[in-house]
């Protein structure tokens, strides 16, 4: 045997599991999570990038979760559409789309907690006749992504599927696919932290605001 060959393939073995190791192992050691999602959009469809939207909520879907906090829901998924490149509508003004807001978690009592699904879902709609209230033009794109087995509140896995739901707006993926991705990637770290700030700008607007009657 060339014992100075086999020190060099030692050698490279070490520096490349170093490198591995060093290099990696934020990924190693972060787990990842399985979010399913189920996209759908119109054959030829403008793609969400440069498209101004308003967020409208189902109201059947916002009295059913009163417990959900709706400003983390709406900061969470301005933030992730603003991300993918779109822009909230100035007030007063008409937007590209309406994209609706629809959210929740199967509470039914059979079904086993470890696939119990909490979810949250985007629907976007032309706005040909240029309103600036809900319009219920035609549907150019809708996402679904949803988490099984949710451990504590709803609103802190609201960066993630608010993430995931924007990174597939505007995608077909034909059926629910599952995908994996890491708690703390980049992504959905930059729309936690641009939800918590538009939240903390509101608490520091609303109490200097005047009170009501005077």
């Known amino acids: 045997m060339n014992r100075t060959r086999g020190l060099h393939f030692i050698v490279a073995s070490v520096a490349g599991l170093l490198a591995f190791i060093l290099g990696g192992c934020a990924n190693v050691f972060t787990p990842k999570v399985k979010v399913l999602i189920d996209a759908i959009s119109v054959a030829g469809g403008d793609k969400p990038a440069g498209k101004s939207y308003k967020l409208v909520a189902r109201k059947s879907v916002v009295s059913s979760l009163a417990q959900v906090n709706i400003g983390v829901v709406s900061a969470c998924v301005k933030a992730a559409l603003n991300q993918k490149g779109m822009y909230e509508a100035p007030e007063k003004v008409a937007p590209d789309y309406f994209v609706e807001v629809i959210f929740g978690t199967d509470t039914a009592a059979r079904i086993d907690p470890l696939t119990r699904e909490s979810f949250l879902q985007l629907s976007a709609r032309a706005n040909p006749e240029r309103l600036v209230e809900r ?71 609303e109490p200097s605001a005047p009170a009501p009657g005077r």
Do not use: C
């Not at 794109?141 to 609201?158: H, K, N």
């Not at 960066?159 to 696919?177: F, I, N, R």
């Not at 990637?185 to 607007?205: C, G, H, T």
């Open 135 to 205: 319009g219920r033009g035609p549907e150019i794109w809708d996402v679904r992504a949803a988490l099984q087995g949710l451990q504590g509140r709803f609103e802190t896995a609201l960066p993630l599927l608010s993430t995931m739901a924007a990174t597939y707006a505007g995608t077909d993926t034909h059926v629910e696919v599952p995908v994996h991705v890491q708690q703390n990637a980049p992504d959905v770290l930059a729309v936690r932290d641009a939800a918590v700030k538009e939240l903390d700008a509101k608490k520091m607007i």
